[in-house]
């Protein structure tokens, strides 16, 4: 079985900041990574995920993560944030054969002006 | 295509009664799953299906009932509803490995008194 474990449960940062949510899993297997963000009442939006090949993944909005096998994570970075980030963000792990989510607690980000 | 559909948005139930909620995809994908989202606990996986006639047990399937006669729907049966089962519930399908839960329905509130 896989697991998740979201560092921080809330970030908040200015408008035009970096931000960067840690996300570190266990696994006794190969895992395929995922980072989803939910906008206030709406459902989940797939980001990114990491499947194999290079460590460092690129999604949509700009975001990107970087997959660290030696240190079981899958940080999320976004160089310059915006007012419209400001969401709950989730990092979710599965076994590569197999086809079950496990989802962090998540981390919520409030971006302000 | 629609995607993920997802009825009704909302819903209100006294403590006992029993409702369905109804999941819908057009995309032809043979998985589907249901997660249930409580605040400060992510989304835990209740059942799943790898495809038509094959159902199976997440990480909370206590209270719930699902079955899958057709590819494109995947009902989840509340038997007698309880306060704990108070929830935001995400209906989720994908193609197969690697891609579990790629695609989220807008998701169903529930409020049981």
């Known amino acids: 079985a896989q697991s998740v474990t979201q560092l921080d449960s809330q970030v908040p940062v200015f408008e035009e900041a970096p931000v960067e949510l840690r996300c570190n899993y266990s696994s006794s297997v190969s895992v395929y990574l995922f980072w989803y963000v939910q906008y206030p009442n709406q459902g989940l939006q797939l980001l990114l995920k990491?499947?194999?090949?290079?460590?460092l993944v690129k999604g949509i909005n700009g975001f990107e993560a970087e997959f660290n096998k030696s240190q079981t994570s899958f940080h999320l970075r976004k160089p310059s944030v915006h007012i419209s980030d400001t969401a709950e963000y989730f990092c979710?792990?599965?076994?590569?054969?197999?086809?079950?989510?496990?989802f962090g607690a998540g981390t919520t980000v409030t971006v302000r002006a | 295509n629609a995607g993920v559909t997802q009825t009704p948005k909302f819903q209100v139930l006294k403590t006992g009664q029993s409702m369905t909620l109804q999941c819908a995809q057009d995309?032809?994908?043979?998985?589907m799953s249901w997660y249930r989202q409580d605040p400060g606990m992510g989304l835990r996986l209740i059942h799943y299906?790898?495809?038509?006639?094959?159902?199976d047990q997440g990480e909370v399937p206590n209270g719930y009932n699902v079955s899958r006669s057709t590819t494109e729907d995947f009902p989840l049966r509340l038997l007698s509803a309880a306060p704990s089962q108070t929830s935001v519930y995400f209906c989720?399908?994908?193609?197969?490995?690697?891609?579990?839960?790629?695609?989220f329905g807008p998701g169903t509130r529930l409020l049981v008194l």
């Open positions: 979710a792990v599965s076994g590569s054969n197999d086809y079950k989510l496990s």
């Open positions: 989720a399908s994908s193609y197969g490995f690697g891609t579990p839960g790629q695609y």
């Open positions: 995309m032809n994908h043979e998985y």
């Open positions: 299906s790898v495809g038509a006639g094959i159902t």
């Open positions: 990491y499947l194999s090949g290079s460590t």
